[in-house]
Structures are given as C-alpha cells and as structure tokens.
C-alpha cells in the first residue's frame, strides 16, 4: 500500500462503470494538438473511454488545442494549471461519466470555438479553479464537489442546456462581462444545493438570469451577491420556483433594497416570511418578496411589537418582536396562544413564561438575534408549530442562545419537527414529546435530560448534539442519529451515552464523536472521527465504511476504546490513528479480543519526533487487521500493555503491500506476539533509535514479511507457506520452515541464529552482471542444518543479464552445525549451471556459468572444496 497523502477522507467522487475500468493516458505538458497521439506518452491520444491526464503543466502557455472534435471518459487535472486554447474552427470536447477532477490545478477554457459537451451524469471535483468562458452543454445531472469554484465568465461561458447542477461543495460563480450582459444559465435548469454555494456577482452592466428551480435539500445552503467591479450594475436571478426539504435552510449575502434574487410569485410565502430562511452575516430578521417578488429584510413594519400588543391579542398572523420598550424581564401568557414567528432581539436576558399553557408558532420560526450573556428562555408549558410551516419548528441563534425549558409537543395528532440553525445554542431542559425529527444545521443543540428531542431521529448536518459536564444527571439518547454533513459532530461530556438506536452516516459524511459511550450500531457509507474519549460498545456490529480518523489537533489528548464483546466488529473499516499538530496524543485501546475487521488497514502517523504518541494498545487480546502502515517513525506505536503476564498477538493478514516505520513493543508486563497472514508483503521499517522490542514470537503463516530494522527481541518462526526478507536484523534467532529471500530483492539479512528445518527453501538472487552482487544470510551464531539429505532447496534466482557469477557467499556464520549433504540447489530457470560450491569455517559460497540448460543439481557440502557439474 502506498503511503496516504491526508489523514482525512478525500470528497467522494462519482464511480462508474467508464471511470473504474478506463486506461489513464498523460499529456505530454506542451502546447499542442489534443487530438495528436504525439502529444501524449505513449503515442496514443485517449478515447472515450479513457481519462485525459494532466499530471502537472509548467504554466497556462502549455494549452491543449482540439484539432477536431474529441471524447473522453474523463478529465484529471494535477497541481498545475491546464489551459484549452482557442481551435481555428467550432470543436467540441466530450466528457464521458468520469468528470473532472482537479488536485489543485487552475483549469481554464478560452471563450468562442470550442465547446465542451457533458456525456452523461458526472461530478466535477474541484480543488482548482474551473474557468469556462466557453459553453458547457449536455441535458445531465453535473455535480459539483471540491471546494473551489467552476466560475462561468467572459462572452460565452454558460451552461446552455437543462442540466441539472447540484451544488454539493464550494462555488458557482455567475457573472456578465464588461459591457455585456450573457445568459449564463438555461432558464429551465435547476440548482440543487446541498452545502455548496450560488454568487451572482454584479459588474457594470446589469443583468437578469433566469433559471429553474431553487432546490434545497440539505444543511445550509448559501446564496451570494457580490459587487466585484464598479457597483453600477445590479444582478439578479430569477427562479422557476423553490422547493425546500425540511430542515434545510437559505442563507442570503446581502439582502438589501436592491434587486438580488427573486421568484415568480408569492407562492412560497407563508404570511408574509420565506419559510425558514434565514440571512447573513449578522442576521436581524426573516426574509420576505417585495413587490416584485424579490427577496428581502422582513421590515420592521412587518413584525408586531411586543410593548405595543398584549399578549392577549397576538394571533397566528402576527411576527411577535420583544422590542427595546417591553417593560421588566419577564412577559407571562395567561392562555393558550397562536403566532406567526417570535423574535427575541434585546441585549439583556428575557423571560417567556408559558404558565403551563400551549404556544403555537404558525409560521415555526423563533430567532434569538441580540447579543444576551443569559440568553433567552422561554418556561413553564408546551411549546408546537402551526400547520402554516408544516408543523416545523425552526430555531435561529445568531447572537444569543435560547434555553427552552417547555415540553415541544406535536399539534394535534400532526408530528411536529424541530431545526436549530445559526452558531448560538439552543439548550432543551424537558423531555419532549414531538415525534417528526430534530435537524441541527447550525451550532450546539443542547440537550440537559433524556427524551429532549422527542421520538424521531436526529439528523445532524453542520452542527452538534450535545450533552454538558454540568447536565443534573446521566442519561441515555435513544433516538436515531443520521450524520448528514463532513462536520457533523456528538459531544456528551461524559453525561449520556447513545444506546437502543441506530447510527447512520451519509455519504461523504464525517461524523465525530466527543466524551461519550456509543452502544448502538453505526451504519452507512461516511466516515466517524471519534475525539476526546469515546467507546464504541454495544453487542452488534458498527459497518459503515468511510473509515475511522482518530485525527488530534491541539485539544487533550484522543482515545478511542473497543469494548464490543468478543469478535463483534467496532472499526468495520480502515483506521487512522495520527497526531495532525503535534502537540497532543492518540490512542485506540482494545477492551475485547478482534474488534477491528480483519481488512482493515491501520495508518499510525505522528508529525511531532519528541512530544507526543500515537498508539494503538492491544491491551493483552489478540486482534487481526488487514495490513499496518506509517508514513513517519516519531513515535508511532503498536503495544501489548497488558496488565498482567500474557501473550496478545496482533495478526496482519494484508493482501496488499504495507509498511510500517513504527515500533512494536511489549508495554507493560505483557508481550506482544507477530503472526504475517495473508498474501501480501508486510515490511516492518523504522530508523535505528526506533528499534522493535517485543519479545512474543513473530510468525509467518502466509505472504511476505520483510524486516528492515532492528528486530531485537523476538525468535521468528517462518512456516511453510511464508517468505521471510528484508535488510534488517533478527536477534532471537529464525526457524525457517518455509522461504528465505533477504532484501526486497538482492539484500543481506542478518540473525543471531537460524534453523533451516526439512522443506524450507533460500530463494537467493543473483545478478551475474550488474555488480555481480547476490543475496546473503548472515548468521552470526550458529546456522543448523537438518539431518535429511537433499531437505533444503537453495533457489537460485538470476536478476538481469546472465554472465559469469563469481563466487560469492550464501551463507555466513560462526558456526554450522547439521548434514551438510541437506542442502539441494535448484537452477531452473536461472540461465545459470557449472556450480562451484565452497566450504569454509565461516560460510558457503557459490559460484555459477550460464549454460543454455539448467537442472536441479544435488549440492554436497564436504570438508574441501568440491566441484559439481550438472550431468
């Protein structure tokens, strides 16, 4: 496995069929003809089929022109810029299901021939700048991932059909030329956001973009309006319409007198307000249509005064503000009543007292606006919303948190939902009854007791459910947690644990988890970061299958513990243990015996050579994953830290090549056992300070295993289906019933003692040529023969040209000690016979001719030098 570039998960990317089977084909960095196998490595341009590479151009003049039309599967861009110049005549060039991706590199397309048509579905994955001032066509679904922008510019950069765009991260920028006024988007594509961004940016000349729906299905979803050059002109987009998934929200930069963006009718209001819209950067009220139906400030004429209207008059129509003239800290409601919203917007605490009557918000929307130290409160009754909102609750908390001590309640037999937006928390003190669900898009839902969200399940987005150290009492959250967002997050202090439900992550969802105890099963194809302490429990298996990233920053030290019982899989995936900042430790710990699954493969990095550790801890149970690796050596760390006397063994049964520069140690009184299963080569690599002092037996079942460092303390048993290599140093001795191969090709190993039992074989390469080196085992105590003729195979190996191989060493050591008549040398296929054999006091050398046919040759060691020919 190669070493991974970052300790989080990259975006997800949309696969298909094109993608996973294409040949990548490189572009040669110079400017030339597309179409031109010249300008690509290897002679051949790429086909439809194929991804078009740009590993890494020196500059824009480097731009590939279409000489014709063209078609690939795919575009993958590296860190530097690619520039598609400008054809002589129109040329299209289609991209197939594999998208675009860029490492980092600007990708620009200049405006007029050329034209790139979308082939089908497909996400483009942005870490550069995608600049098209040509047209994009294609009636697909063009997501957009990545956190950089795809900016539609100059004369003619526009997406000319009803593709459909999905905004899943970073930014569409729209804008209009100097002096002109393009049409940028088809007026019957439809945007979908789910946590990426819209800007419309205002140049001189006004203009007007109509489009298709505005779709919101996910978290927070901005809209931008920017003035980039001069401020005569005045953009707007107008929408077909808006369709809102519940919990989602709008945000809109700024929402000002002028024209920024606007819809067909008033038919997604609801009395007078955008439902659940919210604005920025300093929110001061909801969003309503003008006249012309553009969006805008609520005025303060639109809300009803608290210190004007009593609480006896408010109804379902009214946005009920607590303005500056309410008299006292304290407004109590005598009866049951209806409003449209509520709006807390005063710098000193306020108190809402229900007096054990029901508060039905019509239109859902409660916003905590000026900055309070004590916050906002409303007490003592139910709190539902209306049919108005579809019986959604929508919480904003920009500047002040809310602490509602109410019990929310569906309304009459309807479930009633909750949404918590903005970065100010919002605290629940009862338990709640409402059963339609819990959205944190934003900020801190703060939970004080058990049954606070209601019934339904919570869906975390860009926001945290989270439980204080200073809650009255411990208690478990029940309800069904969906992660919806990369930094969805759960933090319990120690106060609650999650049990009796389930857990699911999103794809491309991270969830992190913070101070708790997590019971229940997690599920689904994102990813969990677990922080602080947190331990996975519970009797049935976690299988989500984003990863596990125990990932410190600069907080207190991280450890995650597996306590499922026995057998039951916690990390059903692969787990990264690191120290992103240096300055803090991180730990996974082991309560139960094979908590990780058996394909996982585990990365333990560090970037800090002195201060800090990141372990994983066995804890004296026996684990099984699919491969270990680090990419640095400062203390990363495999231990058995047993508390009493025994042996745990980790099992690295990997089918694919990993390395890992770490230490393997013992660690407290109990010792740490290796057994390499599996097919794959595990190399065990690390600088001489970093030596591995575990004293339980390594043993190799199945594959590979090459030691290039110090392996001081532990005897090495290598069984028959096993190889043996590597550079390094063995101090417990080898017994070999299996393969030797030192290096990972031609190399020395070296060992304090070595058994070559009955059946094992040397695999020693020779290059006859180059050097004329070969492979060599050094002993430096005592090499032990068996006692059966002909029982050990050296394998003679030939690297490179044949040629004459002067006698070199296949052995070293300080005594020999067996029948020398065990040793069998087999030259199949080596090119490579005449085979002179010496003996001395302190090894047994070798030396081959080719000859044009080789056949096993029996090797007898004697007192004197003997030669052996084939007969």
């Avoid at 009862?430 to 059963?435: A, D, E, G, K, W």
């Avoid at 602080?532 to 989500?544: H, I, K, L, S, V």
Wanted: glycine share 12%.
């Amino acid at each position: 496995m190669t070493a991974r570039s970052s300790l989080l998960p990259a975006p997800c990317l949309l696969l298909t069929a094109a993608s996973l089977f294409a040949a990548e084909i490189v572009w040669n960095d110079t400017a030339a003809d597309f179409n031109a196998g010249s300008s690509w490595a290897g002679g051949v341009a790429p086909g439809a089929a194929d991804i078009a590479v740009f590993a890494n151009t020196a500059s824009l003049a480097n731009a590939p022109t279409l000489s014709a039309n063209a078609s690939v599967g795919g575009i993958r861009v590296g860190a530097g810029p690619v520039a598609f110049g400008d054809p002589a005549s129109a040329r299209s060039l289609t991209i197939g299901g594999a998208g675009v991706t860029s490492a980092g590199g600007v990708i620009s397309v200049q405006e007029g021939n050329m034209t790139i048509t979308l082939g089908a579905d497909q996400t483009w994955d942005l870490s550069g700048d995608f600049i098209a001032s040509n047209a994009i066509n294609g009636a697909v679904t063009l997501n957009k991932t990545g956190l950089n922008a795809l900016y539609l510019v100059g004369n003619a950069g526009a997406i000319t059909q009803a593709t459909n765009i999905v905004l899943s991260a970073g930014t569409l920028i729209i804008t209009n030329a100097a002096g002109a006024a393009a049409d940028r988007l088809n007026d019957t594509a439809d945007i979908t956001m789910q946590g990426g961004r819209l800007s419309v940016q205002r140049w001189p000349s006004a203009t007007t973009e109509n489009v298709g729906r505005l779709i919101l299905v996910r978290n927070r979803d901005d809209l931008a309006v920017q003035a980039l050059v001069g401020a005569a002109g005045s953009s707007v987009i107008r929408f077909s319409g808006l369709s809102r998934a519940r919990g989602s929200f709008l945000t809109v930069y700024p929402t000002t007198s002028s024209t920024s963006y606007r819809f067909p009718d008033a038919s997604i209001l609801v009395s007078n307000i955008i439902p659940l819209a919210a604005t920025a950067p300093s929110p001061s009220g909801w969003l309503t249509l003008d006249a012309s139906f553009n969006v805008i400030n609520l005025a303060a004429a639109g809300y009803t005064l608290m210190s004007a209207t009593p609480e006896t008059a408010w109804n379902g129509s009214m946005h009920v503000w607590w303005d500056a003239a309410v008299a006292g800290a304290t407004v109590n409601v005598t009866g049951n009543r209806t409003i449209g919203t509520l709006r807390f917007n005063q710098t000193g605490s306020r108190i809402l007292d229900l007096g054990g009557n029901t508060l039905t918000v019509e239109n859902g929307g409660v916003l905590s606006g000026a900055a309070s130290a004590g916050g906002h409160v409303l007490q003592n009754g139910y709190l539902t919303a209306g049919a108005a909102c579809g019986y959604e609750l929508f919480f904003t908390g920009y500047n002040s948190t809310l602490t509602n001590d109410t019990v929310i309640t569906d309304n009459a037999g309807n479930p009633v939902s909750l949404t918590k937006t903005g970065v100010k928390g919002y605290v629940l003190m009862q338990p709640s009854t409402y059963s339609g669900g819990t959205y944190i898009d934003q900020g801190d839902l703060v939970a004080l007791v058990g049954g606070a969200c209601g019934s339904g399940p919570v869906y975390i987005n860009e926001g945290r459910l989270f439980v204080p150290a200073n809650a009255p009492a411990f208690f478990t959250v029940t309800n069904a947690i969906v992660a919806q967002h990369r930094s969805s997050s759960i933090g319990f202090n120690g106060m609650a644990a999650l049990s009796n439900s389930t857990v699911t992550v999103i794809d491309g969802a991270t969830l992190a988890f913070e101070w708790l105890e997590v019971d229940s099963p997690i599920t689904g194809p994102g990813a969990v970061a677990p922080k602080r302490t947190t331990t996975f429990a519970g009797d049935e298996p976690n299988t989500y299958s984003g990863g596990t990233f125990v990932v410190n920053g600069n907080f207190n030290d991280w450890q995650l513990i597996l306590k499922k019982p026995a057998g039951v899989i916690a990390v059903p995936g692969d787990l990264v243990i690191a120290s992103a900042s240096g300055t803090r430790s991180c730990y996974v710990d082991l309560a139960s015996s094979e908590q990780i699954a058996d394909t996982a493969i585990v990365t333990i990095d560090n970037v800090n050579p002195t201060a800090v550790n990141t372990i994983l801890r066995l804890n004296g149970f026996d684990e099984t994953i699919g491969g270990l690796v680090s990419t640095t050596a400062f203390n990363t760390i495999v231990e058995s830290k047993a508390g009493a006397p025994s042996v745990c063994t980790l099992i690295i049964s990997n089918t694919v090549a990993c390395s890992y520069g770490g230490v393997l140690r013992d660690g407290g009184s109990g010792l740490l056992g290796i057994v390499k299963d599996g097919p794959g080569t595990q190399v065990l690599t690390s600088p001489p300070e970093y030596t591995n002092t575990y004293t339980g037996t390594t043993t190799v079942k199945a594959g590979v295993l090459l030691i290039d460092n110090a392996l001081s303390a532990s005897p090495v048993s290598v069984f028959a289906g096993g190889t043996l290599g590597g550079n390094g140093w063995i101090g417990a001795g080898v017994a070999n019933d299996g393969a030797i191969a030192p290096g990972a090709s031609i190399g020395t190993l070296s060992a304090s003692e070595l058994t070559m039992n009955e059946g094992s074989r040397y695999v020693w390469e020779v290059s006859p040529v180059d050097g004329n080196t070969a492979d060599l085992i050094n002993v430096t105590g005592t090499l032990t023969l068996p006692p059966g003729d002909h029982s050990v195979t050296i394998k003679v190996v030939r690297v490179g040209s044949p040629g004459v191989v002067n006698a070199k060493p296949l052995f070293t050591f300080a005594a020999l000690s067996g029948n020398t008549n065990a040793l069998f040398l087999d030259l199949a296929g080596s090119g490579l016979s005449d085979a002179t054999v010496g003996l001395t006091a302190s090894e047994i050398t070798l030396s081959l001719v080719p000859e044009p046919a080789v056949f096993g040759v029996c090797l007898a060691l004697l007192a004197a030098l003997r030669r052996c020919r084939r007969s």
